[in-house]
């Protein structure tokens, strides 16, 4: 069974930043790639960034490119979202999510290609 907590949300000013935090539990973690969505109020969930199993290859939704970056640490079981001159449109609860199948690829965008999903980490900001 696997297990993802997100932590590093929380209210911010517009062009602020922070950096969010994915733990997984259960192994096999590096063998699968992770994703960032989040979901506004009103809203369906949508894509933010991806990153495949070694890290090599990110991909971002338009919206984020040139400001967020998603990492990994394999050691620690853990990815991450750096998010830098956030925006009021940026406001929205986080989720982590692990990829259905293992595979090299970062291109990742759609909801049903995960089976594994935090419990979400709210982030706000304030204009």
């Known amino acids: 069974q696997v297990q993802l907590a997100e932590s590093g949300g929380g209210l911010v000013q517009a062009g602020g930043s922070l950096r969010l935090s994915c733990a997984a539990s259960?192994?096999?973690?590096?063998?699968?790639?992770m994703g960032w969505f989040r979901q506004a109020p009103g809203k369906e969930r949508e894509f933010v960034a991806a990153?495949?199993?070694?890290?090599?290859?990110?991909y971002y939704a338009d919206s984020v490119k040139g400001r967020f970056t998603i990492s990994r640490d394999n050691a620690k079981n853990t990815v991450y979202l750096q998010m830098n001159s956030l925006k009021p449109e940026d406001t929205a609860v986080y989720y982590c999510?692990?990829?259905?199948?293992?595979?090299?690829?970062?291109?990742?965008?759609?909801?049903?290609?995960?089976?594994?999903w935090g419990q979400g980490t709210q982030v706000t900001v304030s204009s």
């Open positions: 990153i495949n199993w070694t890290g090599s290859n990110t």
């Open positions: 259960g192994r096999a973690f590096s063998l699968f790639a």
């Open positions: 999510g692990r990829a259905r199948r293992p595979t090299s690829s970062a291109r990742l965008v759609e909801n049903s290609e995960y089976d594994y």
